[in-house]
Every structure is written in structure tokens, then in C-alpha cells.
């Protein structure tokens, strides 16, 4: 739940939207530099979670990606200490973990980890991911890069993402306004109009 205001924003906001609108009846998400898995395993909850019912209605698969294969054996083990789930609703915490016997961990349900697809990628190489994506969460790793190699990877996820769709940065990033044909929503989120 690591900059809250942009899971409400996805929630509230961009979900309705493709909700209404996508007659496909799939959302999809990529979170791209996705660490240990919290930030994609969170989104799958939200997406669950909002959609009720009609989930099983849904593709809602996220494809999480890292150029660290360390951190993807960590995060497909989905195994998180108990302190790091103390912002999730309770309840949520028994829909969506098992505790590990005799210790103070919480694995996600294999049901959620069906749920998320992890795959090691280089953010500097070609984007061939075979759908485009209505919403790429990329926050907290262009901060590594110069602003050259970041104006090209924001182009190139605007290449990826799906008309309507959103690009969601972390809080403390900014995306070079006059090199990128994202429309500004508010900090952090751009938008493909
Ligand atoms: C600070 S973590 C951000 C995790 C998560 N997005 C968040 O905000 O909580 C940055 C991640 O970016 C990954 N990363 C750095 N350079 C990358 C690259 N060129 N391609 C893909 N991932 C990269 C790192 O391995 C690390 O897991």
C-alpha cells in the first residue's frame, strides 16, 4: 500500500472507467519493476475486490516484471512478514493470505499468485508484450535512470498502452511534460487521451 493515494486513484477512478467501457472483459496491467510483489499482488486484490462477484467474469491478470531474478524468487514465493500487511483491511488479509505455521509470515493464496505473472524483463529493451496495457504501474525505478533513457522508456510505454489507459509513476518522479505525449492528470498519473 506504499503510496496509498494511487491504489484509491486506480479503485475509485480508472476501474469504474474500464469497467464501463472495455467490452472485452479484460484489464490489463503491468507492473513494471515490480520488486518483491507487493505493488502486483495488491493490485489484483483491488481489482478482485472491486469487481465482486463478477470477477470470475474477468480477465484480470497482472504481468509483473523485474530485471532482478532475486527479487521475483521472492516476490512468486509471495511469503511477507506480518508487519508489512498492517495497512490492509483485515479481512482482506484472510481472503487473500494463509499464515505460515508457528511463524509471524503471511503467503498470498495460490489462487491470488494464479493471479500475477511474474517475468524477468530489462525496462531498457524492446516493449513485445503481446496485449497493450490500460494501466502500467512503473513508480519508484525511472528514478535509476538518466533523463534520456527516461524520456524514451515513457514513449515507449505510450506505445504499449491502450487508448484511455494510465501511466502511474511514483510520487517523487516526473515525466518530461514536453517530451511525451501522456496527458498530465495530477502527480504521478498520465494519461493516453
Ligand atoms: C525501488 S524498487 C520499486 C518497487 C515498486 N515499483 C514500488 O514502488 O514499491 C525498484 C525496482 O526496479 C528494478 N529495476 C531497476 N532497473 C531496472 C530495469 N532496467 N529494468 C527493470 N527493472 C529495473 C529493481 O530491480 C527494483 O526491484
Redesign the pocket.
Known amino acids: 500500500m506504499?503510496?496509498k493515494a494511487h491504489f484509491d486513484y486506480f479503485s475509485n477512478t480508472i476501474l469504474p472507467f474500464l469497467v464501463k467501457n472495455k467490452k472485452d472483459k479484460v484489464l490489463s496491467v503491468w507492473?513494471?519493476?515490480?520488486?518483491?510483489g507487493?505493488?502486483p499482488y495488491t493490485l489484483s486484490i483491488l481489482m478482485k475486490e472491486f469487481l465482486g462477484k463478477d470477477a470470475s467474469l474477468w480477465d484480470t491478470r497482472v504481468l509483473a516484471?523485474?530485471?532482478?531474478q532475486k527479487?521475483l524468487v521472492q516476490a512468486q514465493k509471495g511469503v511477507y512478514p506480518k508487519e508489512s500487511l498492517k495497512d490492509m483491511p483485515s479481512e482482506w488479509v484472510h481472503k487473500y493470505f494463509n499464515r505460515v505455521a508457528n511463524t509471524d509470515e503471511y503467503e498470498v493464496t495460490p489462487q491470488l499468485k494464479a493471479n500475477v505473472i511474474f517475468k524477468p524483463?530489462?525496462?531498457?529493451?524492446p516493449i513485445k508484450f503481446k496485449i497493450p496495457f490500460d494501466v502500467i504501474?512503473?513508480?519508484?525505478?525511472m528514478?535509476?535512470?538518466n533523463q534520456q533513457t527516461k524520456d524514451d522508456l515513457v514513449n515507449r510505454f505510450y506505445d504499449t498502452t491502450n487508448h484511455g489507459g494510465y501511466l502511474i509513476i511514483?510520487l517523487s518522479e516526473t515525466v518530461n511534460k514536453s517530451n511525451t505525449k501522456y496527458k498530465y492528470i495530477m502527480p504521478a498519473i498520465y494519461r493516453k487521451m
Open positions: 506504499r503510496e507492473s513494471a519493476g515490480c520488486s518483491t507487493q505493488e516484471t523485474d530485471i532482478s527479487v524483463f530489462n525496462l531498457m529493451d504501474f512503473c513508480r519508484n525505478v528514478i535509476y535512470f511514483g
